[in-house]
């Protein structure tokens, strides 16, 4: 099961690995990289699709349930990616490259971020609330491995 989440959470971060061509195409200009990165097909539907069959090719036991757990990854990043910030995801690729999102937080809380953009990023309420959300499913994830009877054995000891 641990292995399981970390590869979910491995795959959930893989549609940001485009910021590494994005850094380099803007001369390691960040946040120009931030807002340009989503125009790769990483951050598009067909990318779920791709992690989720590349899956299904593993030879793991629980294939079917790996499998969904990375296309289903791939989707949750791309919906926060459409809700929070930035310009939104190329939902209807390969369709259209129209971006579709709510960029919540500089629609909410102002797009001024000049110099302290990192730091109002990593103390904005969204950004927290997203690690809220980590920390419950590590926490979940340390309770279920541990199961019900080693629980019971840490109160005896
Ligand atoms: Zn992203």
Request: glycine fraction near 6%.
């Amino acid at each position: 099961m641990t292995a399981l989440v970390l590869f979910g959470l491995a795959i959930g971060f893989a549609p940001d690995a485009d910021m590494v061509p994005a850094l380099i195409d803007s001369d390691w200009a960040f946040l120009q990289a931030v807002s340009e990165h989503r125009a790769s097909l990483l951050h598009t539907p067909p990318f779920a699709l791709v992690a989720a069959v590349a899956t299904l090719l593993l030879r793991t036991r629980e294939r079917w349930l790996w499998g969904t757990v990375a296309g289903a990854a791939v989707l949750v990043h791309l919906a926060l990616d459409s809700i929070t910030i930035g310009p939104g995801v190329m939902w209807l690729y390969p369709y259209s490259e129209a971006f579709y999102g709510l960029n919540l937080a500089n629609t909410r809380y102002g797009r001024d971020w000049g110099d302290q953009w990192l730091v109002r990023y990593l103390t904005h309420p969204l950004f927290l609330s997203e690690m809220a959300l980590l920390a419950v499913a590590a926490f979940f994830a340390r309770r279920s491995h541990q199961g019900p009877l080693r629980r019971s054995n840490h109160k005896a000891v």
